[in-house]
């Protein structure tokens, strides 16, 4: 049942612009291939061909030996390949069941037939590990058994050849791992899987052959055993890349700290949390999917319902009611959702990036004259790229847009900057860039939260790591202990010194433990 | 900063045809406008006089003020069906004002300044409550404005018994001069237009009260997390509108002099169309106040050219209108 | 001033034989009104004379009582003759229907609970529906003004027309003004628009009927709310060409305008007052007072009211 591909001369243009050179390369069958290279080099385009949801401007498709050309992802879907969207194709409100056979209904006579299909969801279900009752609505399904039931879908439809774009993104390491379980039985079935991931570590573990795009061409294919990520990331990048964190800084010692929060709590997210940071710190937060990070810090800048005992701001108490007092006190949040809370994608990058900071333009008519000046300095700083400054921020590339963003809650010229997820969807270039980035704004002296689920990057880059779980803060990590495994440990409550104490550190020890 | 050429955007020439597709769109209504204007002159020469051109301004007078105010709700994402039934309310009592004022009062001139102030401030009022019914009581724009048109067209019917309010003689002598008289060949509604319509094209293009709207429109989480004031905004944008309908009802109360249960009825309808027309996008997000001012005007001109001409049936006036507003729309649509 | 035409001798009998307690005099009679909503002037009108109507005849019959429904559309009035026949247990209704064909079935089935039915202006679908019809008299009021305008005029001019909405009412209506005027060629009938019985409206239409039409010797403006806005766009475009104004249906503003002869284009008006459902009511309570059924058809005829008779049109108190 598996299936062989074979992409010969591929070329794709959207309009003037030619964003696949000539692909050709073969997959065999029944093997997992990562597909690696940067935002725009080409390899979604590559694969929405491959699912029949994009059609080639020239070369050909062959499968299994035939040349075949996919008029819609229902005819690839036919041939048995299936692309699962980084961002599912589940209608929320409808069941798993009907979610899994939606536009595939059986039918006896007119009548849907309910049985069979719920049999068959059920099989599937099994065959994929999530444990839930197939009327189940969708809506209420966390991200990870969405993802189940995408792969179920996909087996539903006899799929030999299964597409995951960037699967483990908003999956935790425990969810992960019963992912990487799935895949290896599935290729024990005999389906091949291309596994598309910024994500090298994952990329090493998990495939067999590593296959490079960059700038629209065809790059290399290796077995992954060859290859060390430093080398990947070379080879997505065309040349050696130096170090990805800049070199850290000594942590900022005496100083009056900056921020310092105490008793806050988001109900139903986070209780009593306390912390603090120093000017030049840069401090992070770790914690699984779900620990309440992000609702901690929606909370502190008065987005969500929450209750605070004390915010001081250089010593001196402050209240902040929502965004706005905080950007008057000097502090900005970025948000990890940058489509949803980030950024207004269908406005220009000049109205996007003045908007925190728009009554300084004001006065009380804007200058767009002023607000374009800024522009082209934030475009130079951050290192933007665009072909024009006058394009909606939709036209830019993942990165760049993410450096837009930080352009925009950095534009009030914020003393304490919380960024939510800095790297999130970015490729590598665009994460260093960030990541050097992030130093800057700590020499100036600024006070800068860092919220990841990237351990690595925590581990590089901060000189304090806040670990919390379940709604609360269970330790603080400095510099010197500063390790994934130690973060990992804190995080899934697996931690010798949480378990002595009975896995409910009270803060001050976790958080002494950490200093 | 590392030197790569990574993330390409696309290039100049990709952008250059997209801009001239927008720009295409952008001049839609004026094409329409121009389109009809030509076909009018066909069937009638008369419609190219300047008498019919100033007429058909100041009946647009009212209409376009409102759209003016409309086009900044509906970018910012809501919606006011309210419209028409604030306009006859508000007419109504400020005639009901002006004629008690009368008999304490010996100088009509004043009696009318306090009744044209009256005007502006009572549809500040509604406009303020409107807003706040919808962001601090959360209750959707749509079913607000829906319930206060029942509401404000209701009271006013109570105070009329259902007949006409009407203003007295020497005070509509005073007053009638704001809608008959012209200044340098020009309706002063035209003028008056003319100033929202600039005011409201400043205030949207180059306030940061203006950005916040489009802002909230496009998306309203983006501009929450972005430290705008959401609710405020919103609430000024709902007064915004009323004030407008204040202006358009003080212009109006002296062309009639009167105010009835079927005064101002479809007026929503004709601002939301307007707005619609000019290409803004009901979903809100941008807009344009030219737009609107030519989606106001085109609407007005259609019936003219119908009025000027028995070429068609006039069972057949609503189709034509309903027939121009969708090639209208045809020819702005977005690709 | 009432003029009673009865009708088809048929119509009678059936009348006769629905009304079988026609032997007992000053029987307890319930009667049920069911009219519009005062959304504008006129119905403002049907609802006031109405409530009148009530006052006075309550007061002079102690075995009269008299419930009156307002409704906004043709479904709530279908729904409040259910709750006249059953709740309010009426044994005569009045009804001014929302729409013809709508409320005939309704009103049908009132009249199949032995309901003595007499409808007001808008004649049902099936007159067999209804024990008796009052009316006003559209056919004059388009033959009336017709008739003073091509004389006034002698029968020589330019005249425009506005028409209210489109229904059988304004058809009739515009009917009889044309039918009036193929006698009289050299008057010629220049345009004729909808402007709904609106101000605003019938003030559009004018303006740019004048900015057409450079000779207007007279405008039928077929409401008087219509003229109001007529005489607006005159008024702004100083045009003294335009001799006759010529409204319609006697409201107090235009009938007091004529009184007092303030406007010379204003010297006549047709009468087709709200008036009629008073007279409706009055009619059927009396005579089912007395058990007596009513003729099968009675026209309120619409006359031409002039200075000499306006008074008599003249009802200050009434809103319309």
Known sequence: MSIAVRFDGIVKEFGPVRVLHGVSFDLAPGRVYGLLGENGAGKSTLMKILSGYERPTGGTLHIDGEPRSFKSSRDAEAAGIVLIHQEFNLAEDLTITQNIFLGHERKRGWWLDEAAMRADTLRVLRQVGLDKDPDTPVRHLIVAEKQLVEIAKALARNARLLIMDEPTASLTPGETEALFTLMARLQADGVTIVYISHKLDEVERTTDDVIVMRDGRFVTRQPTRELTRHQMATLMVGREISDLYPDKDPAPTGAVPLLRVEGLTVPGWAADIAFDVKPGEILGFAGLVGAGRTELFEGLLGLRPHQVGRIELEGRAIRIRNPRDAVDQGITYLSEDRKGKGLHVGFGLRENLTLMALETYATPWLKPGAETRALKTAVQDFGIRTGSLDVKAASLSGGNQQKLALAKVLHPEPKVVILDEPTRGVDVGAKRDIYFLIQRLAREGRGVVVVSSELMELVGLCHRVAVMRGGRLRAMVDAQHLTEEELISHATGTNQRDQANGDKPSEEESMTAGR | ?335 | ?320
């Open chain 3, 1 to 320: 001033m009432k003029l009673k035409k009865h009708l088809l001798a048929i119509a009678v009998t059936a009348v006769a034989l629905a009304a079988p307690g026609a032997a007992f005099a000053q029987n307890k009679v319930n009667l049920g009104v069911a009219i519009p909503a005062a959304t504008h002037s006129f119905t403002a009108g049907i609802v006031w004379w109405a409530n009148e109507a009530k006052k006075e005849l309550e007061k002079a019959n102690p075995d009269l009582k008299v419930t009156i429904k307002t409704a906004a559309n043709a479904g709530e009035q279908a729904n409040q003759l259910q709750d006249l026949a059953t709740a309010n247990k009426i044994n005569a209704l009045v009804i001014f229907p929302f729409e013809s064909a709508a409320l005939t079935k309704p009103v049908a089935q009132v009249k199949g609970k032995g309901v003595y039915v007499t409808v007001v202006d808008r004649g049902l679908t099936d007159t067999s529906a209804q024990d008796a019809y009052v009316s006003g008299d559209n056919t004059a009021f388009g033959k009336v003004p017709a008739e003073y305008i091509a004389k006034t005029l002698d029968g020589k001019g330019n005249i425009v027309a506005l028409r209210g909405i489109a229904t059988t009412l304004d058809n009739e209506r515009m009917d009889a003004f044309n039918g009036v005027m193929k006698a009289y060629p050299d008057i010629k009938l220049l345009d004729a628009k909808y402007a709904n019985w609106n101000r605003d409206d019938a003030f559009k239409v004018m303006q740019d009927y004048l900015t057409r039409f450079k000779q207007i010797d007279a405008v039928w403006a077929a409401d008087d709310d219509m003229a109001i806005g007529v005489l607006k766009a005159i008024e702004q475009a100083k045009r003294d060409d335009i001799k006759i104004v010529f409204g319609g249906a006697g409201a107090k503003g235009m009938i007091k305008t004529l009184i007092d002869a303030k406007d010379p284009r204003i010297q006549a008006n047709v009468s087709y007052s709200p008036k009629f459902i008073y007279d409706a009511i009055k009619m059927t309570a009396e005579a089912r007072l007395k058990g007596e059924a009513l003729p099968a058809t009675t026209i309120i005829p619409s006359v031409l009211i002039t200075k000499d008779n306006a008074k008599e049109f003249y009802f200050p108190d009434s809103p319309f």
């Open chain 2, 1 to 335: 900063m590392v030197d790569r050429q990574l993330d390409q955007p696309a290039p100049p020439r990709f952008q250059r045809a997209r801009s001239l597709g927008s720009r295409l769109h952008a001049v839609g209504p004026i094409l329409g406008l121009v389109l009809l204007c030509v076909a009018g002159t066909l069937l009638n020469p008369d419609f190219a006089s300047l008498d019919n051109a100033m007429n058909v301004l100041t009946r647009t007078a009212f209409i376009g003020i409102i759209a003016v105010g409309m086009c900044f709700v509906i970018i910012s994402g809501g919606i006011d069906l309210s419209v028409g039934s604030m306009a006859a309310l508000i007419a109504g009592m400020v005639i009901l004002l002006m004629n008690t004022l009368a008999g304490s009062i010996d100088q009509p001139v004043l009696v009318v300044a306090i009744g044209m102030a009256a005007s502006v401030v009572l549809g500040g009022v509604f406009g303020l409550a409107h807003g706040l019914l919808i962001t601090r009581g959360r209750i959707e724009p749509f079913i607000v404005t829906l319930g206060t048109l029942g509401i404000f067209r209701a009271y006013l019917t109570y105070f009329s018994n259902g007949g006409a309010i009407t203003l007295d003689d020497t005070l509509s002598d005073v007053y009638s001069p704001v809608y008959y008289t012209s200044v340098i060949g020009v309706p002063i509604p035209v003028w008056v237009f003319l100033i929202v319509a600039v005011a409201g094209a400043l205030i949207l293009n180059r306030t940061a009260y203006g950005r916040y709207v489009q802002a909230i429109g496009s998306n309203e989480q983006v501009a929450r997390y972005a430290a705008v004031n959401v609710d405020r905004i919103k609430v000024m944008t709902y007064a915004l509108l009323g004030a407008c309908v204040g202006i358009a009802t003080l212009l109006y109360v002296p062309r009639l002099g009167s105010s009835s249960p079927t005064t101002g009825l479809l007026w929503e309808l004709e601002a939301i169309a307007a707005v619609i027309v000019g290409g803004t996008a009901l979903k809100g997000g941008s807009g344009s106040i030219i737009g609107t001012v030519i989606g106001a005007v085109l609407l007005s001109v259609i019936s003219n050219i119908l009025n000027l001409t028995s070429v068609i049936s006039v069972y057949l006036n609503a189709a034509v209108q309903g027939f121009v507003i969708i090639i209208v729309a045809f020819l702005q649509r977005r690709k």
